[in-house]
Each structure stands twice: as C-alpha cells, then as structure tokens.
C-alpha cells in the first residue's frame, strides 16, 4: 500500500503561481507519479506526470504554464503552476503508478482556486 499527501493548493489570484506537492509513504518500484484535476461538472483529466527515470508528459493545455519534478530520495512530485487561470480551478489529484504491474494508488485531492 502507498498513501499519497498533497499539499499546497488554496486561492491564488489569476496570473499567479503555486507549487503543489505530492509526498508518497513510500517507494514500491519504478514508477510515474503525476498530477490530474477535475474541475465541477467535468471528467478527471491528466496534468502532468513524470517517472522514476525522469520522462515527461504534459497535457497540451498546460504545456509552458505548468512544469513537474520529483524527488526521487524523498518519494515526492511537485507541480509548479504559473500564469494560472480561472479555468486551471479545480480539485488536483497526485497519481502513483507501478510501471512492472499498473498499481496505482491516489491521493486525496486539494482544491485549487482561481479567482478572476
């Protein structure tokens, strides 16, 4: 079992930046870590994620607004969020997955708001 932290989400006003973090209890393999969001009314819909060995996916609407990293010694991804907008408000979900066998586990979620 891995149990998943986040940390970091509040109210920021549009144009701004803020960090999310994601610590895991702990590390049961290779494995990608990332971020997803689902806003009201919406489906959850992939953020980011990176793996072990550093390999990147963004989503097309975050791409040069939003950058992920990991650390991989304290089990712990980062989302780092600029330029937010209104629409970037939603509750933000950290993602683990195993890559040897599709684990996965999920955390909480914290909320992100945008004001306009």
């Known amino acids: 079992q891995v149990q998943l932290v986040e940390s970091g989400g509040g109210l920021v006003q549009a144009g701004g930046s803020m960090r999310l973090s994601c610590a895991a209890s702990?590390?049961?393999?290779?494995?990608?870590m990332g971020w997803y969001r689902q806003a009201p009314g919406k489906q959850r819909e992939l953020v980011a994620t990176i793996s072990t060995g550093g390999s990147l996916n963004y989503a097309d609407f975050v791409k040069d607004r939003f950058a992920i990293s990991r650390d991989n010694g304290k089990n712990t991804v980062f989302l780092q969020m600029n330029s937010l907008k209104p629409e970037d408000t939603a509750v933000y979900y950290c993602?683990?997955?195993?890559?040897?066998?599709?684990?996965?586990?999920w955390g909480k979620g914290t909320l992100v708001t945008v004001s306009s």
């Open positions: 993602h683990y997955r195993r890559i040897l066998d599709g684990m996965e586990y």
């Open positions: 702990r590390n049961i393999g290779s494995n990608i």
